[in-house]
Nanobody
Framework: QVQLLESGGGLVQDGGSLRLSCAAS????????MGWYRQAPGKQRELVAT???????NYADSVKGRFTISGDNAKNTVYLQMNSLKPEDTAVYYC??????????????WGQGTQVTVSS
């Protein structure tokens, strides 16, 4: 079965940087979309950024110009470079993969989450 392992979270000061990574293991025929979501206490989970197999990238308005998403399909890995972090970026960050198997069936997978805390 496909499993996603996240790393890179931590505590940084306002204006600092972090780089998150998420590597998938298991049987994957193709990856359609890789992305990142986040959820702050008392808030709903929200989209941060996505990258498709065709290279199309989408960012939430709140992170444009500060975050960069990238992927390495050969390694089944997605990254999120976060610069100029703000306290409002504090949340648990989850990676998300939309994949297809050899029968063109679509599956969705979530990472376990990694905590990002930005102090003011």
């Amino acid at each position: 079965q496909v499993q996603l392992l996240e790393s890179g979270g931590g505590l940084v000061q306002d204006g600092g940087s972090l780089r998150l990574s998420c590597a998938a293991s298991g049987r994957i025929f193709s990856i359609n979309v890789m992305g990142w979501y986040r959820q702050a206490p008392g808030k709903q989970r929200e989209l941060v950024a996505t990258i498709s197999s065709g290279g199309n990238i989408n960012y939430a308005d709140s992170v444009k110009g500060r975050f960069t998403i990238s992927g390495d399909n050969a390694k089944n890995t997605v990254y999120l470079q976060m610069n100029s972090l703000k306290p409002e970026d504090t949340a648990v960050y989850y990676c998300h993969f939309k994949v297809r198997n050899g029968f063109s069936e679509v599956f969705y997978h979530w990472g376990q989450g990694t905590q990002v805390t930005v102090s003011s």
